[in-house]
């Protein structure tokens, strides 16, 4: 229960109703609930025939025979590619820019839909020579530039698979995705630019391609850091050569709704990260219509940005499919928020003239930690509507964000989703919601969200209880790659009753509804860590910690961190004889690097505690909501369940 205090929240009495402006221009009209309401399955076929060109119409809307794995309009026939960009064109709106693409180091180039459309048709066809057709999985590994968009597109347009993985992760977590999918192609860079400096990503890939067992077996490399990169004939092509040399011309083939569009790796309770599939035509329908309704898009005249690297889902719905199915302008940049200056991103705004900004909590809290007079020197006015993501947003940082970034006017959407969810569920629309700092608030039309005790019965409000969506949704994830037991295991088994044909989808997070009948999120009730957005499993951490020779056990756990949300703190006993480290300080500077080489800087540890022993119950649990206390600077709970209560007065009294 992280950032959100439910006290606080209970008597949150603040309230910001639509201006008149605002609500008159409002993309969302109220007969979207209305019709929602009377007909679901109705209003999302509508939804689909508005916001998708299906090559062959669908005539079923949903086939939930085989629950829970669902079909969305699955006699339908769709190029999703071909509905970011040629349709556009056919349209008359080619010469619209699709994105200001800026490089941290200040390189910068805008591509219209004419020109995007004519690069992605150039790319498909030097991927399919590659080998690559329908159903083949590529892995991207690449930093946020305008050919990682590109790659995205044209692996799509020819059916075939993508999984991005975020630049940001070692070469040992790449390998394990690489692996899983079985990609046959990775697409990488040289390297790419963040604060300052370049980082090498190839050298990641080769690292990750080394074992030599992989079933990769080519590897495009786009241009970027200028960083030098060893070459395996006969493997690597820079991308460059490869797009050049290729055919202009790529007409757009349709494939079925539920042809798989991409996977997608995220963090579940175990150690092993899901592979979360997405598919076609649902997911498109919803990032779409969430896209332009959420975000109040007027795609002729608004320019949007979202901040989101296009290695988490963020990107891939709301930089990638969501503004370019709907032919909206975007701003993409490549780096961090305060490289070269602490006023880089309000800069970029005032530049491009931004109007709908869509970021997380943690970076408001950051940048409100700068102070006001930043974001104040510079020309913010052409803001209109702003965006939260990632976690619970505080209402301090709520407030903070109307009134220093929004001018004391943008509505801001708080937005509750997740990778397996695809696409927005419970949001604010801006022209029709009075708006709330701390909630989510609403379901968005067409979705069924519920609160639940542990008894699977329904919590009266304001009580807390467990998020469910308790109807299939079109861009609900299709299962986890290679895992259906795990797809059913982790999401339909806590409160579904297969026998009564009852099925909810367990979200993993705290909720409960408040006196005004608005949904307030509470945080994860499982061992997923909410990390500056970023989500991280405190059991992948625990084993990249015991895959040390000097650690014997390690028990991780998130504690609340003012500006990350959570962030990561290790207990770790090391082994009896190990003499590689002098001092528990120096033993812990070594695991907190040992963390960020085997997954990434995003999970290195905030502190690591060298102790003797970990608190556990009788059946030899860990009980991490006591080390949990230790983290965050409380007294320690409840000990009576230990099997050696001594042990937190132990860890206690060293720690002091
Ligand atoms: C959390 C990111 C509160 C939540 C799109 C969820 C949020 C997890 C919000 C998914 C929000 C996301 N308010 N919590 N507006 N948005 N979360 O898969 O715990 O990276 O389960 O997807 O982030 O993280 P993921």
């Given at each position: 229960?992280?950032?959100?205090?439910?006290?606080?929240?209970?008597?949150?009495?603040?309230?910001f109703p639509p201006s008149a402006d605002f609500a008159a221009n409002s993309v969302a009209s109220a007969s979207l609930y209305t019709d929602a309401k009377a007909d679901r399955l109705a209003f999302w076929a509508d939804r689909a025939r508005e916001y998708v060109h299906w090559h062959k119409p669908f005539t079923e809307v949903l086939d939930w025979s085989n629950a829970p794995f669902a079909k969305w309009f699955a006699d339908g026939e769709l190029n999703v590619?071909?509905?970011?960009?040629?349709?556009?064109?056919?349209?008359?709106?080619?010469?619209?820019?699709?994105?200001?693409?800026?490089?941290?180091?200040?390189?910068?180039?805008?591509?219209?839909?004419?020109?995007?459309?004519?690069?992605?048709?150039?790319?498909?066809?030097?991927?399919?020579?590659?080998?690559?057709?329908?159903?083949?999985r590529v892995a991207i590994y690449m930093p946020v530039v305008p050919e990682a968009v590109?790659?995205?597109?044209?692996?799509?347009?020819?059916?075939?698979?993508?999984?991005?993985?975020?630049?940001?992760?070692?070469?040992?977590?790449?390998?394990?995705?690489?692996?899983?999918?079985?990609?046959?192609?990775?697409?990488?860079?040289?390297?790419?630019?963040?604060?300052?400096?370049?980082?090498?990503?190839?050298?990641?890939?080769?690292?990750?391609?080394?074992?030599?067992?992989?079933?990769?077996?080519?590897?495009?490399?786009?241009?970027?850091?200028?960083?030098?990169?060893?070459?395996?004939?006969?493997?690597?092509l820079w991308w460059h050569d490869a797009v050049e040399a290729a055919e202009p011309e790529h007409v757009a083939q349709a494939f079925e709704a539920e042809n798989p569009l991409f996977i997608l790796y995220t963090s579940g309770t175990t150690g092993k990260p899901k592979g979360i599939l997405h598919t076609s035509g649902g997911y498109l329908t919803q990032v779409a219509f969430t896209h332009k309704n959420v975000f109040d898009l007027h795609p002729?005249?608004?320019?949007?940005?979202?901040?989101?690297?296009?290695?988490?889902?963020?990107?891939?719905?709301?930089?990638?499919?969501?503004?370019?199915?709907?032919?909206?302008?975007?701003?993409?940049?490549?780096?961090?928020p305060d490289t070269p200056h602490p006023g880089r991103w309000w800069e970029l705004?005032?530049?491009?003239?931004?109007?709908?900004?869509?970021?997380?909590?943690?970076?408001?809290?950051?940048?409100?930690k700068l102070g006001r007079q930043i974001p104040q020197g510079f020309d913010l006015s052409s803001l209109r509507l702003l965006g939260s993501v990632g976690e619970p947003i505080n209402p301090e940082a709520w407030i903070w964000y109307r009134e220093v970034i929004g001018a004391n006017v943008a509505p801001i959407v708080d937005t509750w989703w997740q990778t397996e969810t695809g696409a927005i569920m419970i949001s604010a629309l801006p022209g029709l919601t009075t708006l709330k700092p701390g909630a989510a608030q609403?379901?968005?039309?067409?979705?069924?969200?519920?609160?639940?005790?542990?008894?699977?019965?329904?919590?009266?409000?304001?009580?807390?209880?467990?998020?469910?969506?308790?109807?299939?949704?079109?861009?609900?994830?299709?299962?986890?790659?290679?895992d259906p037991d795990r797809y059913v295991d982790t999401y339909w088994s806590k409160f579904s009753k297969p026998e009564e044909g009852v099925y909810k989808y367990f979200a993993g997070d705290g909720a409960h509804v408040d006196t005004d009948g608005d949904i307030v999120l509470l945080g994860r009730v499982d061992d997923v860590m909410n990390v500056s957005g970023h989500r991280l499993s405190t059991q992948e951490i625990e084993s990249a910690l015991v895959s040390h020779h000097m650690v014997?056990?390690?028990?991780?756990?998130?504690?609340?961190?003012?500006?990350?949300?959570?962030?990561?703190?290790?207990?770790?006993?090391?082994?009896?004889?190990?003499?590689?480290?002098?001092?528990?300080?120096?033993?812990?500077?070594?695991?907190?690097?040992?963390?960020?080489?085997?997954?990434?800087?995003?999970?290195?540890?905030?502190?690591?505690?060298?102790?003797?022993?970990?608190?556990?119950?009788?059946?030899?649990?860990?009980?991490?909501?006591?080390?949990?206390?230790?983290?965050?600077?409380?007294?320690?709970?409840?000990?009576?369940?230990?099997?050696?209560?001594?042990?937190?007065?132990?860890?206690?009294?060293?720690?002091?």
């Open positions: 229960m992280s950032t959100n205090s439910i006290d606080s929240l209970l008597h949150e009495d603040r309230h590619a071909y509905n970011c960009l040629d349709r556009h064109v056919e349209a008359g709106i080619g010469d619209r820019v699709a994105i200001h693409w800026e490089g941290e180091n200040g390189d910068a180039v805008s591509l219209t839909y004419a020109q995007l459309t004519a690069e992605v048709k150039r790319a498909a066809n030097a991927i399919a020579a590659l080998g690559i057709g329908k159903g083949d590109i790659a995205m597109l044209a692996v799509a347009r020819l059916g075939a698979v993508h999984s991005v993985v975020f630049g940001g992760f070692s070469a040992e977590s790449l390998r394990s995705r690489i692996d899983d999918a079985e990609a046959k192609l990775v697409i990488t860079a040289d390297g790419g630019w963040r604060k300052g400096k370049v980082f090498p990503l190839k050298s990641a890939v080769d690292a990750a391609l080394a074992n030599g067992t992989s079933t990769v077996s080519s590897v495009l490399v786009v241009k970027r850091g200028g960083n030098d990169v060893e070459w395996v004939d006969g493997r690597d002729e005249t608004d320019v949007f940005w979202c901040t989101a690297d296009v290695g988490w889902i963020t990107g891939h719905s709301y930089v990638v499919y969501g503004p370019l199915a709907n032919g909206a302008t975007q701003l993409l940049y490549e780096g961090t705004i005032e530049k491009y003239k931004v109007s709908i900004f869509y970021t997380a909590p943690t970076a408001i809290r950051s940048f409100m609403t379901p968005i039309p067409g979705i069924r969200i519920d609160i639940l005790g542990e008894d699977g019965t329904r919590v009266d409000p304001p009580q807390g209880g467990l998020l469910v969506v308790s109807e299939p949704w079109p861009s609900m994830l299709r299962g986890i790659w290679g014997a056990e390690a028990a991780v756990v998130g504690a609340a961190d003012e500006q990350t949300g959570q962030a990561v703190v290790a207990f770790v006993i090391l082994k009896a004889n190990q003499t590689d480290a002098q001092t528990a300080d120096e033993a812990s500077t070594m695991l907190r690097s040992h963390v960020a080489s085997a997954i990434g800087a995003i999970a290195r540890p905030r502190q690591i505690f060298i102790v003797a022993e970990l608190p556990k119950t009788r059946s030899g649990k860990i009980m991490r909501r006591l080390l949990q206390d230790v983290a965050e600077g409380r007294p320690i709970g409840d000990t009576t369940t230990l099997a050696d209560a001594s042990v937190m007065q132990i860890i206690g009294d060293k720690l002091k």
